[in-house]
Each structure stands twice: as C-alpha cells, then as structure tokens.
C-alpha cells in the first residue's frame, strides 16, 4: 500500500511557476511508474506526464510540452512536478499517481494510488 501526499501548491500569476511534490509513504516509489493529472472545475482529468520505471521514459500531454518537467527523488522517495511559464488555463486540482507495474501510462484507471490534490490557481 502506497499513501501519496501532494504540496507546493498555491496562487501564481500568469508566466510565473510553481513545483508540486508528491510524498510517498508505505512503499518506495523507484520500480513504479509516477504521473500528474489534473482536473478543472467541469471538467474531465486530464494526465499531464508520466515518468516510467520500467523502461526509463517519459511523456508530456503537448498542452505542457516545453513547460512541465516531471522529477523524482528517489532517496527522499518524492515525485516532483516543475511549472513554468503557467497560464490561467492551468488552474486546476493536481493529483500525482503512481502504478506498481512500472509502465507508465496517460490513462487514469492504471494507476492504483492517488493523491488527494493540491490546488493550483493562475491569475492575475
């Protein structure tokens, strides 16, 4: 069993960054596959990046292509997302995952731990 905690959430305004963090707990996080989503009000969840253990690769949904970075710590057993140049139509909750199969994947419903969100806002 892995408990994920996300942070580093907050207010920003347009062009400006953040990086969330995702903890992990019970389990370490080095063989499994890591990604971000995030949800907007009306709005389905959308997968942002993955980063997979299995075969060491990583992928970008094009609307944060050149923006996002995904990250992981393996010896603080976190999971780091890296925002820059953020706009308004990245506010959202931002939920990190995480697969013991190593494979990383854009669909939800691989990914058997969940964080419980941190809020990112971007206004001005």
């Known amino acids: 069993q892995v408990q994920l905690v996300e942070s580093g959430g907050g207010w920003v305004q347009p062009g400006g960054s953040l990086r969330l963090s995702c903890a992990a707990a019970?389990?370490?996080?080095?063989?499994?596959?890591v990604a971000w989503f995030r949800q907007a009000p009306g709005k389905e969840r959308e997968a942002l990046s993955y980063d997979s253990a299995r075969d060491i690769s990583t992928w970008y949904a094009e609307s944060v292509k050149g923006r996002f970075t995904i990250s992981r710590d393996n010896a603080k057993n976190t999971v780091f997302l890296q925002m820059n140049s953020l706009k308004p139509e990245d506010t959202a909750v931002y939920f990190c995952?995480?697969?013991?199969?190593?494979?990383?994947?854009?669909?939800?419903?691989?990914?058997?731990?969940w964080g419980q969100g941190t809020q990112v806002t971007v206004s001005s």
């Open positions: 995952a995480a697969d013991p199969s190593g494979w990383g994947s854009h669909w939800a419903e691989r990914y058997d731990y």
């Open positions: 019970g389990s370490t996080l080095a063989h499994y596959a």
